[in-house]
């Protein structure tokens, strides 16, 4: 399976930062043009449901996932059910000292059309990459000032 790992370097606490990457409807705030919803559960526990939508002027995908690791404040696990994104997803979130913390966002893809997914892989990686590193800049930012409940 095709895997994709960044990670971000934080300005906050590694329990500001776990609040602010698992305060799920305001994802959009920082994830280039998502919009996510809980659907299931309450979003804090394994076998809550997520819905994302991406894309522009309603023209995208949703990609529906359900927790599937829950270990406050350190990482959290969800298995992608769509039709389009399908595999793994991890959040971990590393103390790096009292106010500092990195972010580490990894994938493990099933590639959508089969044997054409995977040949097209290594030119749709970079610009996947490329939004994934311009919503982990955008989500630093956000969790540097992130305050519960705020806007």
């Known amino acids: 399976m095709p895997e994709l790992v960044l990670s971000v370097s934080v300005a906050a606490p590694a329990g500001t930062t776990w609040l602010a990457l698992t305060d799920w409807t305001r994802q959009g705030e920082w994830m280039l043009g998502t919009r996510v919803a809980v659907t299931e559960g309450n979003g804090r526990s394994v076998g809550s449901r997520l819905a994302a939508f991406t894309g522009v002027a309603g023209i995208g995908f949703t990609d529906t996932m359900e927790i599937t690791g829950w270990e406050p404040p350190v990482r ?8 389009v994104v399908r595999g793994t997803g991890a959040f971990h979130v590393h103390a790096q000292g009292a106010d500092r913390s990195t972010l580490v966002w990894s994938e493990q893809l099933k590639l959508p059309f089969g044997p054409l997914g995977h040949l097209g892989w290594p030119v749709a990686k970079p610009a ?22 705020g806007r």
């Not at 959290?76 to 039709?83: A, K, P």
């Not at 996947?128 to 992130?146: H, M």
């Open 76 to 83: 959290c696990t969800v298995r992608h059910l769509g039709r």
């Open 128 to 149: 996947f990459a490329l939004g994934v590193r311009y919503s982990l800049d955008r989500f630093a930012r956000f969790a540097e000032s992130y305050s519960v409940g």
